[in-house]
């Protein structure tokens, strides 16, 4: 097959582990980057233009955007599926995995464990919004944030107003969380592939912070899952469309809890943790499906 991998930076592992099993599996394989494209629109025939030339005969695209380019990003999608294109992550998946308040918005109503959380217009009643969540110490989350940027403990409910009244004065839009304290500054990573967890870690946050991201200084190890935490991470997936998707989840007294579900979720992390060729799953997945 013809595959492109929609990527900016050919050299990131995520995107050389997929151009590897790609040749692997015998297929054609390339790099373009998104915001080369030029988009072509008119009746019947839809294409896409990059470099001197129409990529009218990929038969699969695996999108790897990054949260700053997701308009023009998505668009691209948007064309390659318009001209019949199999891909890894819909244009419409990618866009509502990356708005924070509709993907708790879509779990919630798919009866999937979350955090309360809570989300106002700039609301003058600060203190009502905290109490809403059960009180400090709780969680304040920028909706762009990505890698654990925008993420905010405030451990006293001073700390919280003070926060939040900062965010409300740059009319900068966040959620606020309960914060679990039972999971101890870990996370845990469900890999989907196809409606199939194929790989799975727990993240651990470095002495003094509570963000487990890797990108943060956090440590990874794998895990088991638990048949709740599966169910959880496969139908968070399903309920977002990926076909590929990192769930985050945090273990609490009340059972798994979903923190976000990414569309384009990193690879090196979980290949090194688990041992797990993840990158060839997702190539399986194509094969199955184009």
Known sequence: MNLKILSRNAHLYSTKRLVEAGLQRGHS????????????????????????????????????????????????????????TFTTTTSDSLIKSRDKLRSLQILSKSKLGLPKTIFTNYS?????????????????????????????????ENAAES???????LEARVIVQ???KEAQGADLRAFVVDGKIVGAMKRQAKEGEFR?????????????????????????????????????MLQSTRGP??????????????????????????????????
């Open 29 to 84: 394989i390339e790099v373009i980057d998104p915001l080369k494209c030029d988009l072509i629109i008119q009746k019947k025939n839809p294409t896409v233009y990059y470099k001197g030339r129409h990529l009218d005969t990929t038969d699969a695209i695996i999108p790897r955007i990054g949260a700053s380019i997701t308009y023009y990003g998505t668009a691209v999608v948007r064309q390659f599926q318009m001209m019949g």
């Open 178 to 180: 309960e914060y679990i």
């Open 163 to 169: 926060v939040i009244e900062a965010f409300n004065g």
């Open 212 to 248: 487990s991201n890797l990108h943060r200084g956090g440590t990874a190890r794998i895990i088991r899952l638990s048949e709740a935490e599966q169910y959880a991470a496969i139908k968070a997936a399903d309920a977002m469309g990926l076909g590929v998707a990192g769930v985050d």
């Open 257 to 290: 809890l979903i923190l976000e579900v990414n569309s384009s979720p990193g690879l090196e992390g979980i290949e090194r943790a688990t041992g797990t060729d993840i990158a060839t799953a997702i190539i399986s997945y194509i094969e199955r499906n184009t």
């Open 124 to 156: 003058r009643d600060v203190k009502e919004a905290i109490q809403h969540v059960g009180g400090a110490p709780l969680v304040i989350k920028l909706l762009e944030g990505t890698q654990g940027l925008g993420v905010v403990l405030a451990e006293t």
